[in-house]
């Protein structure tokens, strides 16, 4: 007898969100807007459980304790994250003044459809 698997179809997270943004929280904080483009999207991604803080710590490369806040905003059909800068804002070292850079690990997060 031969099993055939089905495949679970994926989409990217960025079809999805109308907005992925990052954004200064303050001199030594990040924080990440995912909103999305309906509620109808926004409930079947958080009911997939993909976005999780665990998530977001390992495409960050920190722990789970680090992260400052997680939430499901259902208010504005939105994830919100903050998290630690990895340099104060305007240090010697810093990259990105703005933090407007760090969405990038978001946009192909992969989800169920």
Same mark, same amino acid.
């Given at each position: 007898m031969v099993?055939?698997? @089905? @495949?679970?179809e ?7 969100a109308?907005i ?11 924080? *990440? ?6 509620? @109808?999207d926004?409930e079947r ?6 976005i999780?803080?665990?998530?977001i710590?390992?495409?960050?490369s920190?722990s789970?304790?680090?992260i400052?806040?997680f ?8 994830v ?8 104060? +804002?305007?240090s010697?070292g @810093?990259?990105? *003044?703005?933090a407007a +850079?760090y969405?990038?690990p978001?946009l192909?997060? *992969?989800?169920?459809?």
């Open positions: 099993t055939v698997k @089905e @495949e679970t994926l989409i990217a997270l960025k079809e999805l109308k992925i943004r990052t954004k200064n929280a303050g001199p030594f904080e990040i924080t *990440m807007d995912i909103i999305f483009k309906s509620v @109808e926004y991604v958080k009911a997939t459980g993909v999780t803080e665990e998530l710590a390992d495409l960050y920190i789970v304790e680090d400052i806040a939430v499901y905003f259902d208010a504005a059909n939105a919100k994250a903050t998290i630690p800068r990895p340099r104060a +804002q305007g010697i @810093e990259t990105d *003044m703005h +850079q969405h990038a978001l192909d997060i *992969m989800i169920p459809r």
